[in-house]
């Protein structure tokens, strides 16, 4: 007997004028949940799915780098297709099916013609369930990351990224580079890789995320389709949580006559209730990109740089908040300085009430854009899914937002910045 719940909740957005999603619980007779808006405005279909905990933090000792590889190869042949037969039968189809990982997580997407959605799901169950991780394809895509590693050796940003990762979470695998490193990569074998496949890729961190021209009578099945022969259970390591190192500067010479910068330390985690608060602290601090207190004082008062940021972040094992510019080498003291000062104003002082205002007019009428098309609802509903924030965040989400009120940000921004300096890692020439 088919399982199907459709649990309905319609979302008012305002596009110019008011427009409903209606987002529905689909359960197929298997047991495997989606989340779909169907939209047959288009004849298109988008699906977004992630496996939760199964990214970079789950590469082996010494072979950082493999869950990367294993993104960029899944697709490079399944079953009785090697890398060709297999990318011909998506283009024949009208299929476009990529991979991608990320320190958490591995994430997969399918946009496809809703003719072909059967074959689009056929295709995906093959990638899933019978990968071949032929040795030609691994090598051939082995090629192109460690080519891609190689150029980075001279990349001050890319240089710097890695540098404040390793320096706030030493000995834990936020430290380690999610893509790698030459000797890592190189050591990774297509044994490694159907292991790791093995491991990671399950029915119990699965969530799924389907947006277009179908309805749910029709995906339910295709659901068990998909993903009905995946293992019931991932295999996965213990990662324990991990608080930033705070505090450190540290520098690395590269040849080049600019200097990239990164700073950040700890944050807040979704669940916490200042978040939010925090939030739109961000997007005052640094997270406007032309109205920020960061690039009114680096950029446009200084001249420092060209852009400058700051962002929170809740990883699956540490809560933090970050940050970076690039400027000339013997600028990069003084960007530094001004950086700090900001994080000590907001901590101290905190924005006016014209500054609130703005940020959440800004961060509440510019929401409606992350719905603008069916692949970017399919990545909110997966978001959505993977944070436990429910259907009804939609909804809820600006009301949140505007009840911020003053005292919530300089709360929230005390609790960031006022209990010390953040780690501060420095990479490109020698500044004067």
Do not use: C
């Not at 427009?19 to 169907?38: M, N």
């Not at 907001?346 to 069916?374: C, H, I, N, V």
């Amino acid at each position: 007997m088919k399982m199907l719940f459709a649990a309905v909740f319609a979302v008012a957005l305002s596009f110019g004028s008011a427009q409903a999603i209606d987002i529905e619980k689909v359960v197929s007779p298997g047991g495997v949940t989606a989340w779909l808006v169907s939209d047959d405005t288009v004849p298109l279909v988008a699906v977004d799915i992630a496996f939760e905990r199964a990214g970079s933090i789950q590469d082996p000792e010494g072979k950082a780098g493999l869950v990367n590889l294993l993104a960029s190869t899944i697709d490079e042949g399944a079953g009785d297709l090697d890398s060709v037969g297999f990318q011909t039968a998506l283009k024949d189809n009208a299929v476009r099916l990529s991979f991608d990982g990320s320190r958490d997580h591995l994430y997969g997407n399918i946009r496809t013609v809703s003719t072909s959605v059967e074959e689009g799901f056929d295709l995906l169950r093959l990638a899933l369930t019978d990968p071949r991780y032929d040795a030609e394809a691994v090598e051939r895509i082995r090629r192109q990351i460690v080519s891609g590693l190689r150029r980075e050796e001279n990349d001050p940003n890319a240089i710097v990224g890695k540098l404040w990762s390793r320096t706030v979470f030493p000995d834990h695998p936020y430290g380690t580079p999610s893509n790698g490193t030459e000797e890592t990569v190189s050591s990774v074998t297509p044994e490694d890789l159907r292991a790791a496949h093995d491991n990671l890729i399950a029915r119990d961190n699965l969530y799924v995320a389907v947006v277009g021209a179908i309805d749910a009578e029709t995906l339910a099945p295709l659901l068990d389709r998909a993903f009905g022969d995946l293992p019931a259970k991932a295999t996965l390591k213990s990662v324990p949580d991990v608080q930033p190192a705070m505090g450190l500067t540290v520098r690395q010479e590269v040849s080049t006559p600019q200097t990239a910068i990164r700073f950040g330390g700890p944050g807040l985690e979704r669940e916490d209730e200042d978040f939010i608060p925090a939030f739109v602290m961000n997007h005052i601090l640094g997270g406007s990109a032309f109205s920020s207190w960061l690039f009114e004082e680096v950029r446009e008062k200084r001249g420092l740089a060209y852009s400058v940021y700051s962002y929170m972040a809740p990883f699956e094992h540490a809560a933090v908040y970050g940050g970076g510019t690039a400027t000339r080498n013997d600028q990069a003291d003084q960007a530094i300085e001004v950086i700090l000062a900001q994080l000590n104003r907001m901590a101290t002082d905190g924005p006016t009430e014209e500054q609130l205002a703005d940020a959440k007019a800004y961060l509440t009428g510019s929401y409606a854009l992350r719905f603008g098309t069916s692949g970017s609802i399919a990545r909110q509903l997966l978001f959505l899914q993977m944070e436990e924030l429910g259907m009804e965040y939609i909804e809820e989400r600006n009301g949140l937002i505007e009840a911020v009120t003053l005292d919530d940000v300089r709360r929230a921004a005390s609790r960031i910045f006022g209990n010390g300096q953040p780690t501060v890692a420095i990479a490109g020439g020698v500044s004067g």
